[in-house]
């Protein structure tokens, strides 16, 4: 069963990419991320106004702010990034590979911001994931024509946003049942995005049948399968297990990617994902944690590497 959930997983997880590139050639950026979340926030609006009210109780204003600004950094400003590299024209395996890179980079900045233990197979572990990612960008840029230098830096933001809503949520002290932090994180996405689609003029929605098909797809796949069997796994098997799995993101998008849309898939490509997943083996092996490590989510203090601290945004 668990390996099932797991392919599950990492299938819906890639499927937000790949719908990214679905949407891309009939709307904008904010156009399509103002639809997938408006009907999408509506509904767990409602579902928490009336089926899961009893998780509310206890919370302040504070603790729904704090998860407000949270889903900005993890799923709206993530998002905003991933789509708009895609539209630049960047492959959408290279997006992945690099939004992959969080777990390493937060593991990296534990030990200077959060006094974490950091180990040096773990700091081999970081080079070796940037070296990929490096690998399969060039690959990209030199395959792929018409494509700014520029666009490959986006996807490096979304990242740094991912990052910075990871140590914002270890100093959390309260615990959020993972449906409070969803609806939260959703709503918020949706006012994001439709104050920014009203500012673009670019709220309608295109007639296109493939519009709506690529809203059905990431609604589906990419929140609910995608973020549902994130919070799964992460209670079933430990925030470890879920880091791993998140690089096998990239080489499924990149494969995925480069069978429905031509995108590049060479030998630089193949090489730059063995280096991504060679960092996951060493990172992971990394060593047992120092004394005076501790991983703070709400749930209580306990020893933690670091790499096992880390926010993911909604596909």
């Known amino acids: 069963m668990n390996v099932l959930l797991s392919a599950a997983f990492v299938v819906c997880w890639s499927s937000g990419f790949i719908g990214a590139k679905l949407g891309a050639g009939s709307a904008d950026t904010v156009t399509i991320l103002m639809w997938r979340f408006l009907p999408l926030a509506a509904v767990l609006?409602?579902?928490?106004?009336?089926?899961?009210?009893?998780?509310?109780?206890?919370?302040?204003?504070r603790d729904v702010l704090r998860q407000a600004v949270i889903g900005t950094l993890s799923q709206s400003g993530y998002l905003l990034t991933v789509y708009a590299a895609i539209q630049l024209g960047v492959s959408s395996g290279t997006t992945a590979l690099i939004d992959g890179t969080q777990p390493l980079v937060a593991g990296a900045l534990a030990g200077p911001l959060l006094g974490q233990y950091v180990s040096g197979r773990q700091w081999l572990g970081l080079g070796l994931g940037v070296s990929g990612v490096a690998v399969v960008t060039l690959a990209d840029a030199t395959a792929t024509e018409g494509v700014a230098p520029w666009a490959y830096l986006i996807p490096f933001l979304g990242m740094l946003s991912l990052v910075a809503a990871t140590f914002l949520e270890s100093r959390t002290r309260t615990r959020i049942a993972p449906s409070v932090s969803m609806t939260v994180h959703c709503?918020?996405?949706?006012?994001?995005?439709?104050?920014?689609?009203?500012?673009?003029?670019?709220v309608a929605p295109p007639a296109e049948a493939s519009f709506w098909v690529a809203i059905g797809w990431l609604v589906a796949l990419a929140t609910f399968g995608g973020y549902g069997l994130y919070w799964l796994i992460l209670r079933r098997s430990g925030v470890t297990k879920v880091n791993t799995l998140m690089?096998?993101?990239?080489?499924?998008?990149?494969?995925?990617?480069?069978?429905?849309?031509?995108?590049?898939?060479?030998?630089?490509?193949?090489?730059g994902l063995a280096l991504g997943l060679a960092a996951v083996v060493i990172v992971h092996r990394g060593g047992a944690p120092a004394a005076g490590s501790v991983r703070s989510s709400g749930r209580g203090a306990r020893p933690a590497p670091a790499d096992e601290r880390t926010v993911q945004g909604s596909h």
């Open 187 to 202: 709503v918020t996405s949706a006012v994001v995005f439709t104050v920014l689609a009203a500012a673009y003029g670019s």
């Open 247 to 271: 690089f096998l993101m990239a080489p499924v998008t990149a494969i995925w990617g480069a069978a429905m849309f031509d995108e590049p898939f060479g030998v630089q490509t193949v090489l």
């Open 45 to 61: 609006a409602l579902v928490a106004a009336t089926l899961a009210r009893a998780s509310w109780h206890g919370l302040t204003a």
